[in-house]
């Protein structure tokens, strides 16, 4: 079976959204139903599951997902997951594919650290013999064509996440207000969209940005950036963050200064150290992107294709706004 996935606004059906969000137990099922049994007839498949940094929030609850889906199903799949000791820790992630490749994993469900430096390691891979997934963080397509791979990707629209933010923060703020953009790391293609969406948002709410710099998803980076950032414009109104962990160094900067909840500050990921900033008006809101099913969406999609099905293009899942009218 084959399977195109274009980039339009409703890709996954509805009985897909919904092993999604509502339990991780029936992902496994919904597979078996759709005809993943016969992979288990030759032996249990082992799949990889590699991550970026362990010391973000985000990648931490997206093991904790995994890892219990795993649990509950390991009469059917053997299972590992590897993370990075940091952002940039770029090797590591080389390292854990070609180890997965020589121990003869059938599956791994990837998130690139670098969009265009995986696309190599990972093509060895699929030519190796493994069924490789990629999740929350696309491969660039000219390194994919380099490669000569062509890989779906099983994850969030980063630019319009990013914009719901963005928006949010200028619906708060009005027309003219000055704000700043803290960056995830250059060399993953989800921080070039999140700048764009929250780029569209500084144009649709004529916001005027002050400037725009690179904490590479790093907490304490991102302390320094912004402090940086409060030294240099005295005017500030507003931060978009890139992801959460940057978010909260932005908040740290902020309480330092005096101006936690005078600033607003908006990130992405709805990691859980954030919600309570959310709720005592040191952020204003966040994205949820599902980390955790999205990995065992993952897997799901890596049984399939073990089963002979096949997908291409882009396989989409859902981001929400949530502010602090979502956490009560």
Known sequence: ??????????????????????????????????????????????????????SNEFFKQM???????????????????????DERDFASQVDAVENFVT??????VVAPADSKAMATPLAKAVKAGVKVINIDVPLDADAKKKAGIDLAFFGPDNQEGAKLAGDALAKDLGPGAKVVILEGN????????????FMDSVKS????????????????E??????NFLTKYKDIQGVMAANDSMALGVVKALDAAGQAGKIKVVGFDNIPPVQPLIKDGKMLATVEQYGAQMAVMGIDYGMRELAGEKFTGWVKTDVKLVTAADLK
């Open 222 to 227: 991102a302390n320094t950036v912004m402090t």
């Open 205 to 220: 709410g004529k916001l005027e940005l002050l400037d725009s710099k690179t904490a590479h998803w790093e907490t304490e």
């Open 63 to 85: 093991k904790a997902g995994a890892d219990k889906y795993a649990a509950e199903n390991k009469d059917k799949f053997d299972f590992k997951a590897v993370g990075m000791k």
């Open 103 to 108: 121990q003869k994993y059938d599956i791994i």
């Open 1 to 54: 079976m084959s399977h195109s996935m274009k980039r339009e606004s409703v890709l996954i059906s509805a009985p897909r959204r919904t092993a999604l969000k509502v339990g991780l137990a029936g992902a496994l099922a919904l597979a078996l139903s759709c005809g993943v049994s016969p992979a288990f007839a030759a032996g249990k498949p082992k799949v990889g599951l590699i991550m970026k940094s362990l």
């Open 186 to 197: 250059p060399e993953a293609d989800n921080a070039k969209e999140r700048k764009e969406g």
